[in-house]
DNA sequence: TCAATGCAGTAACTTTTGTTACAGAACCCT
DNA sequence: AGGGTTCTGTAACAAAAGTTACTGCATTGA
């Protein structure tokens, strides 16, 4: 494991820190589809992503659900910091977007290296950073993009993070994470496609020249 | 300033961190309507506040205005931080509420604190929390309501964070922080009061046993 | 006092999004 | 091969939100 975590966060920690997160972390290998964090349970340990994507998603009180944004190699979750140190349940959903391997480091240790790590410090706080950004990119695609353009940049995104330029999806899968009905995501799809802008077939979206 | 910085923060932070705030830190009394941070430019300085309430918006590029949040008493601006810390760029809009009291601490200040007080990174870390489930309960409101129950929880908000059952607003400026036009808004808050929650005046509205 | 301005109400219409219903194609399984 | 299932395409319609245009009332200030 040692190997992993030094190529994926070595010029971030310190050795010490990467020794002791080699010590006690546990190395988790997931396939896609898996779901590592449910709503309103509580979380005892906190992911470094070493490899593959995982999409964190909000869910409403009736089932709905809205994608929120992905994380990649290098992130961790933002929601479970929270969780974690304020002992907060969670308030998301997080699935594995593709085949993922994570680093599961235990809660108690976060505070220790808190106080101990300022390279440690400065990964948590860069964290809730770029996931405070994300989340308010997606109010921005919300709040202020028509679905066409919300359903493109999300074919963009998802292109990027499985790095494939073809998307493996039913138009109904499409349709949850962007919160609205499956007639939709087809109809706009079609226009997609009429405008060169994508190829379609049974499960799979072909991005064309984004 | 050490009076008003014990009443607020006094049981959060230890004195000598109490103390060290009061050396650096400047008082600023800003009026309703003050805007305490453009989007674009950079911050050299972090607010605590101390009284009143401040309105944290997003500014998309056409000048389109969407609120994100209210801060109060006892909080900061998580924005502030990401932006001190990272040195980034502020991506969001901060006008005064109400008229409104602060301690403006300089940024250097504050990575020394994260790593010398304990109850400061607590607080850092409890601020983001906050801010970042604020930032999803806004996503449930664009995402998951329409824009009738939007406009009662926005007029309930306000309310709350003005002490006040009467909203001395004019419907344009609703409009603006919710994103969509003026007539939309006259059209909707007229059904309210219809259903009796509310009751229209010019320049006022006022909410009913709400 | 009266003209100018700002605010709210409303009608008529368009666009966007959501819903229901159904048909045909692709796929799966035995 | 054939029956069931899943996925996609499309039409027809409904609801929500956005737009334009015009009205009258309240407020302001010369």
Redesign the interface.
């Known amino acids: 494991m040692i190997q992993e975590l030094k190529n994926n966060y070595g010029n971030f920690f310190e050795d010490e820190l990467l020794e002791e997160i080699n010590q006690v972390g546990t190395f988790k290998e997931v396939p896609e589809g898996f779901e590592l964090i449910k709503p309103g349970s509580y979380i005892k340990s906190m992911p470094l992503i070493i490899s593959g994507a995982i999409k964190i998603l909000?869910e409403?009180l009736d089932g709905?659900e809205?994608l929120?944004y992905f994380l990649e190699q290098g992130d961790t979750c933002?929601?479970t910091?929270?969780c974690c140190?304020?002992h907060?349940k969670s308030?998301?959903k997080a699935i594995a977007e593709t085949d993922a391997k994570l680093i599961m480091v235990p809660v108690e240790k976060m505070e220790v290296w808190?106080?101990k790590y300022?390279s440690w410090?400065?990964f948590?706080?860069?964290s809730?950073?770029k996931?405070?950004?994300e989340?308010?990119e997606?109010?921005?695609s919300?709040?202020?993009l028509k679905m066409d353009d919300r359903l493109l940049k999300y074919l963009k995104d998802k292109s990027k993070v499985n790095s494939d330029h073809i998307i493996n999806n039913t138009h109904q899968e499409i349709a949850y994470d962007l919160?609205t009905s499956r007639v939709v995501i087809s109809r706009l799809l079609k226009k997609l496609e009429k405008e060169g802008k994508v190829k379609l077939n049974r499960n799979t979206i072909e991005m064309i020249n984004i």
């Open positions: 909000r409403d709905d809205l929120l933002a929601m910091l929270s140190l304020g907060h308030e998301i808190t106080t300022k410090r400065n948590v706080f860069e809730y950073h996931r405070l950004m989340t308010i997606t109010i921005d919300i709040a202020f919160h």
